[in-house]
Each structure stands twice: as C-alpha cells, then as structure tokens.
C-alpha cells in the first residue's frame, strides 16, 4: 500500500477528529497543486530538495546499483530525465552526464553545483527537445509517480526511451493507483513499455533493498529497479 494511504489510515483513527482532518488534508493538497511542472518549479524556487529518495541510505542503494550496471557494461555516457537538485549525481561513477529537469531553478542549481566540472551538462526539457542526443543510458529515478498528467507522462516516457542507445533504467512503483496526494499517481508502466516500445524488453528487476515501511518513509521505498534493453535480432 502506498505512503500517503497509510498516512491518512494513522489520521483516520483518531478519535473523534479523524475524518475531519484527512478531508481537510486532501482539500488542502489539491488547493495548492496545480500540475506537475509547477509542483517542481515551486518546489525548488522555494528551497525544497529532491526528496528523502536523494538521500541517505537510499541514496546510496540506488548509486549501488547504477554504479555496477555502468562498470558492467562499461557505459560512459548518461542521461537523467529528472536529475532534480543534483544529489543523486554526486554518487554516481560515470564519464559523462547529462541531467534534464522540468524545474529551470533545480538545473540552474545544478550548473552551479557543477560549474567547474565541463563533464557534466544540464538542461531544462524544452532545450534538450531543440537539439535531442542519445546517451549509453537513460535513466528515470523517482519520477515517473509523480508525473500524474496522462500527456505528460507519455512525453517522458518517450524521451527517455528515445534517448537510450543501449539502457534504460527506471526506478518507480509499478502499479496503477491514484492517490490523496495531488502529486503523486502510481503508474503499471511496464504496461506501456510493452504496448509502445517494442523493440525494447525488460532485463532485470532488482528490487528494493529497503523496501517501504509506513512506519519508517524516509528511509524507505515503494521504488524497485526496472531494466530494460533493445531486444537481440533471431
């Protein structure tokens, strides 16, 4: 079950107020969400980070894995669709990078960050769209609940896939939920894979090794790891 369901399951049970405070919740989530691209641009204008997922033990799995898949396969060069505030990136063991964001102030951040490293580039997706290129691998980390836009969420998926030449990597929930939280929609998106890339098959599936405890949701995660490749010719 999801984060913000068992959140709201705690609220319920209160006595007396309960109800009352999960629909005042809800009202008080939608009245400040607008789309998904605002969320994130206000998010970041505002000082907010990329979330408990960048950090921390998390963080490090998530560095582990892509870590081991880049010295694996010897891939050097990646491209992130969602590279946020650029915490991710500061694990990560690769040649050249590339780091997309909806928000301009997270990739403002980022060219700041990294301004003394001509490694690692950042754009915004209107930019990459006006001269797109492909990288060894596209990667998606804790993005794709939160695109909750039909459109918006056939766009990235597209992107990403079109800008891998041999990897994409996900790591996402893997269902189809909608949920109190007006930013966050959980997506089968493994269904689409199959339905509009199909040139393209899923190799592995690692999943969490600090899978999601209600009790524990910063440090924890519904996310697992989802590879996918071209498929070999017969």
Known sequence: MIATKKY??????IPVLGDVLAHLYGVLKKSEFQNSAQY???????????????????????AEILNKLIRDENYTTFIEFGC??????SLLDIER????????SAVAHCREKFKDDSTRSFLTPAEYAAAPFKADISVSLDVIYHLVEDGVFDTYMRSLFEAASQCVVIYASNEDEKTADPHVRHRRFTDWVERNMPDWEQSAFIPNHHPFDWKNPQNTSFANFHIF???RSI
């Not at 946020?84 to 990136?89: C, S």
């Open 40 to 62: 994130w641009n206000d998010r970041y204008r505002q000082g907010g980070n990329s979330g408990a997922g960048s950090y921390g033990r998390l963080a490090l799995f998530k």
């Open 8 to 13: 709201l399951t705690v609220i319920r049970a």
């Open 84 to 89: 946020g505030d650029g915490a991710q990136l």
């Open 97 to 104: 990078y590339h780091g997309i964001d909806v928000s301009e």
């Open 229 to 231: 490749k071209p498929k």
